[in-house]
């Protein structure tokens, strides 16, 4: 079983309507760790993420697109967390090996992250900045994960994005997916990955 730890990432989750219905479905097993709630100050325990880090073999940072980017907490915490010596440098090795995923929700829809989009650039390219900190981390990273239209998904598609997620996390964790497979796609488009294979057993 791959270890899973979600880092949360959502100001105003009291808004939310998609990542309140997905963190409903998380499976047992999977750790779900709430930034915004732990560290409301931006004073993020550093020794405490480490640990978290260190504990897990998955690390998924799961966040609205804000600004074609993460809310500002993700930057803080990997400006403190990923120190230098520990995650990255000549003796900064304790992330090897581990893999990085990014799994959003975004009110644009998917026709316009295209170059010839309305907003000119994919998803995958626009969050290069933590593709590029997870490989100096010695991390693998996997295409982001984005549910794109928010704004016109209603409650009943919002509950198929909930339940596509619960399967996506529960095959993740039982190993299901060659992960070095999925690596180079743009996105992680769930219609179009290869089936996840039987759990070795
Ligand atoms: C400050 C702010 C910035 C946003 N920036 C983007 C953006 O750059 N691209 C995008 O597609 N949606 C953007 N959105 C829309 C949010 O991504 C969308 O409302 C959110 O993902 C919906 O998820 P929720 O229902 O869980 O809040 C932005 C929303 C806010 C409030």
């Known amino acids: 079983m791959a270890r899973i730890l979600i880092l949360f990432a959502h100001p105003a989750l009291e808004k939310s309507r998609v990542h309140r219905r997905l963190l409903t479905r998380v499976p047992p097993g999977v750790t779900l760790h709430d930034l ?5 100050e931006f004073d993020v325990d550093v020794p405490r993420e480490q640990a978290l880090l260190l504990a897990h ?37 304790q992330l090897r090996g581990k893999w990085m995923i990014n799994v959003l929700t975004a009110g644009g829809r998917a026709a316009a992250y295209h170059r010839e989009g309305y907003n000119r650039f994919t998803v995958r390219e626009l969050l290069a900045p933590i ?11 996997l295409p982001p994960y984005v549910i794109h239209g928010t704004h016109s998904l209603g409650e009943a598609a919002i509950e198929r994005e909930a339940d596509r997620y619960a399967a996506f996390l529960s095959a ?26 039987e759990a070795a057993r």
């Open 36 to 40: 915004y709630e732990a560290y409301p």
């Open 57 to 93: 073999d998955l690390i998924i940072l799961q966040h609205p697109f804000f600004w074609y980017s993460t809310p500002p907490l993700v930057k803080q915490w990997e400006d403190l967390v990923l120190e230098h010596g520990w995650a990255y440098g000549s003796r900064g090795t």
């Open 131 to 141: 593709e590029q900190t997870a490989r100096l981390c010695g991390m693998h990273y």
């Open 172 to 197: 993740l964790a039982a190993d299901e997916y060659d992960l070095h497979a999925l690596a180079p796609l743009p996105e992680l488009d769930l219609d179009r990955l290869p089936p996840a294979r």
